[in-house]
């Protein structure tokens, strides 16, 4: 199929949150990313994006190297649902990290109280062959694989 339009680049990962500064703290302290701006967003702004009547939005945008990640805490509608998606469950999302060192991410992960939701595998086909992963989840639950790419004395 032709199309009339070209994707020029990914822009940005948002993630509905329950509590923005509870995730702020997973994803600055935790995992590292430098927070780059916080928004607030009401009115038909926030309505008329997101097709959510009445929506009231704080934001977070965090960076780091080659993807940002928006963290977006609703305030309004307040008939808001939580899910509690598995990754094999339709509608499930993940965001993929790489990382230099596996281990030391599932320590500080572990010593702020999270925990992997799997155990870390050496992939041993595809494009990705060599490379140790595993899936974590931060404190709402989304998915997160850290990726970490086979040493050169491997």
Not at 44 to 49: I, N, T, Y
Not at 62 to 85: C, V
Request: net charge negative; hydrophobic share 40%.
């Amino acid at each position: 199929m032709s199309t009339s339009f070209h994707i020029i680049a990914t822009d940005h990962t948002g993630l509905t949150v329950a509590n923005i500064d509870r995730s702020l703290a997973f994803w600055q302290d935790v995992l590292g990313f430098e927070l780059s701006h916080r928004a607030h967003h009401t009115g038909d702004l926030a309505s008329e994006v997101t097709g959510v009547p009445s929506a009231e939005i704080s934001i977070a945008v965090l960076k780091a190297p080659g993807h940002r990640i928006e963290l977006l805490e609703y305030h309004a509608p307040s008939d808001r649902k939580r899910a509690d998606l598995r990754p094999c469950d339709v509608g499930s999302v993940h965001v993929a990290l790489t990382v230099d060192n596996l281990d030391a991410v599932l320590s500080t992960i572990a010593a702020s109280g999270w925990s992997a939701v799997g155990k870390p595998q050496i992939l041993k086909t595809g494009p990705n062959a060599g490379k140790r992963i595993v899936y974590v989840r931060d404190p709402d639950g989304t998915t997160i694989e850290l990726m970490q790419p086979p040493s050169d004395k491997d």
